[in-house]
């Protein structure tokens, strides 16, 4: 009996053709199967579906995590892992959202997509997809996570950012290794993979999108910080610093943001560098944040906090002390504590 994958396309660059101004837009998924003719001579068996709407992931929102979300949780019995094509703009944001909606996910889900339509000649496509589908067939082993495969490594979905828009090696893990690396061989670092669950696999698709991220910057004005803090419906707002976790210590941003906890928003520290986390009070320029109840993030990127808020605020936002509770502590292995 064979192992089997179901691939879920979404769209993306990868399965993208030009129009007549060179514009590229994305195609139907019969494409890629004509373009990588290899996947008919796989030793596991593919099938394939799409999502309603095929699209660049410039338009990927919370609606179309549910969906991929939802095929998942339908189709989760028959297949033994799930690789889903999409475009890599936004890759790290789904990857992550996919990653807290799949709570105790047993079976490998690798995001993957491509650089260069498949369709092209030099394209990265071809050797993302296929490894992509080699690792969630799971015949070698099985990694029980969302991941990202991009170029040679498997990356944990939730650690990963898009770090390049022009080289093949598109993406990055700073805070966590490699899962797998693919070179003549494919080798799993089982030291870094998720243990299998104990638990049954249960899909929760509900996300609060009222939040907001606030990139600090020498010279931001208060009447863009009082912007931000006073969107209409706000809940929470990912506060992106400096270094380990540190802002300015002027008074009129430290009241803004204390009158913002007042009125029960909740405030995230994560830091704008890309490797490392936020340590609150290792300087005297994050004491205050701690003094206000900012919530540190650690070691967590922007996208795992964006779509880790909105799942807290979706799923425990009637319990703004739970939420905080559960952003301090690894929930998918996205932060280190
Ligand atoms: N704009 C494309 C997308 O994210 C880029 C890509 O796939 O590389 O859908």
Same mark, same amino acid.
């Given at each position: 009996?064979?192992?089997?994958?179901?691939?879920?396309?979404?769209?993306?660059?990868?399965?993208?053709?030009?129009?007549?101004?060179?514009?590229?837009?994305?195609?139907?998924?019969?494409?890629?199967?004509?373009?990588?003719?290899?996947?008919?001579?796989?030793?596991?068996?593919?099938?394939?579906?799409?999502?309603?709407?095929?699209?660049?992931?410039?338009?990927?929102?919370?609606?179309?995590? /549910?969906?991929? #979300?939802?095929?998942?949780?339908?189709?989760? =019995?028959?297949?033994?892992?799930? $690789? *889903? %094509?999409? @475009?890599?703009?936004?890759? /790290?944001?789904? #990857?992550?959202?996919?990653?807290?909606?799949? =709570?105790?996910?047993?079976?490998? $889900? *690798? %995001?993957? @997509?491509?650089?260069?339509?498949?369709?092209?000649?030099?394209?990265?496509?071809?050797?993302?997809?296929?490894?992509?589908?080699?690792?969630?067939?799971?015949?070698?082993?099985?990694?029980?996570?969302?991941?990202?495969?991009?170029?040679?490594?498997?990356?944990?979905?939730?650690?990963?950012?898009?770090?390049?828009?022009?080289?093949?090696?598109?993406?990055?893990?700073?805070?966590?290794?490699?899962?797998?690396?693919?070179?003549?061989?494919?080798?799993?670092?089982?030291?870094?993979?998720?243990?299998?669950?104990?638990?049954?696999?249960?899909?929760?698709?509900?996300?609060?999108?009222?939040?907001?991220?606030?990139?600090?910057?020498?010279?931001?004005?208060?009447?863009?910080?009082?912007?931000?803090?006073?969107?209409?419906?706000?809940?929470?707002?990912?506060?992106?610093?400096?270094?380990?976790?540190?802002?300015?210590?002027?008074?009129?941003?430290?009241?803004?943001?204390?009158?913002?906890?007042?009125?029960?928003?909740?405030?995230?520290?994560?830091?704008?560098?890309?490797?490392?986390?936020?340590?609150?009070?290792?300087?005297?320029?994050?004491?205050?944040?701690?003094?206000?109840?900012?919530?540190?993030?650690?070691?967590?990127?922007?996208?795992?906090?964006?779509?880790?808020?909105?799942?807290?605020?979706?799923?425990?936002?009637?319990?703004?002390?739970?939420?905080?509770?559960?952003?301090?502590?690894?929930?998918?292995?996205?932060?280190?504590?």
């Amino acid at each position: 009996m064979h192992n089997k994958v179901l691939l879920i396309y979404t769209g993306g660059t990868i399965g993208m053709v030009q129009d007549e101004n060179g514009a590229l837009h994305p195609f139907e998924l019969e494409r890629i199967f004509e373009a990588v003719p290899q996947l008919k001579h796989t030793t596991y068996q593919i099938d394939s579906c799409q999502l309603k709407e095929i699209i660049d992931s410039s338009n990927m929102n919370p609606k179309v995590w /549910a969906e991929i #979300a939802d095929i998942i949780e339908r189709e989760y =019995e028959k297949y033994d892992g799930f $690789v *889903v %094509l999409h @475009g890599t703009d936004t890759m /790290a944001y789904t #990857a992550s959202a996919l990653s807290f909606m799949l =709570e105790n996910v047993g079976k490998p $889900v *690798v %995001l993957t @997509g491509s650089q260069l339509p498949v369709g092209m000649l030099r394209s990265d496509g071809r050797e993302n997809i296929i490894c992509a589908l080699e690792i969630a067939s799971g015949q070698h082993q099985v990694v029980p996570e969302v991941c990202i495969f991009f170029e040679q490594h498997l990356y944990r979905g939730n650690r990963s950012t898009k770090v390049s828009s022009e080289n093949f090696d598109a993406f990055y893990s700073y805070n966590y290794p490699p899962l797998v690396t693919a070179g003549i061989n494919i080798r799993y670092k089982k030291q870094h993979i998720m243990p299998m669950p104990d638990e049954p696999m249960r899909v929760r698709t509900r996300m609060d999108e009222h939040i907001a991220v606030l990139k600090l910057f020498p010279g931001i004005t208060p009447q863009v910080v009082q912007a931000v803090l006073h969107a209409e419906g706000l809940k929470g707002v990912i506060i992106e610093t400096y270094g380990s976790g540190n802002a300015p210590t002027e008074q009129w941003f430290l009241l803004a943001l204390q009158e913002a906890a007042m009125r029960g928003i909740l405030l995230i520290d994560v830091t704008q560098c890309k490797a490392g986390g936020v340590k609150l009070k290792q300087y005297a320029v994050s004491c205050d944040l701690d003094r206000i109840g900012v919530i540190s993030g650690g070691d967590i990127t922007t996208e795992a906090a964006v779509t880790k808020l909105m799942y807290l605020l979706g799923n425990y936002g009637d319990d703004p002390q739970k939420v905080k509770e559960l952003f301090e502590m690894p929930l998918r292995g996205e932060m280190n504590l």
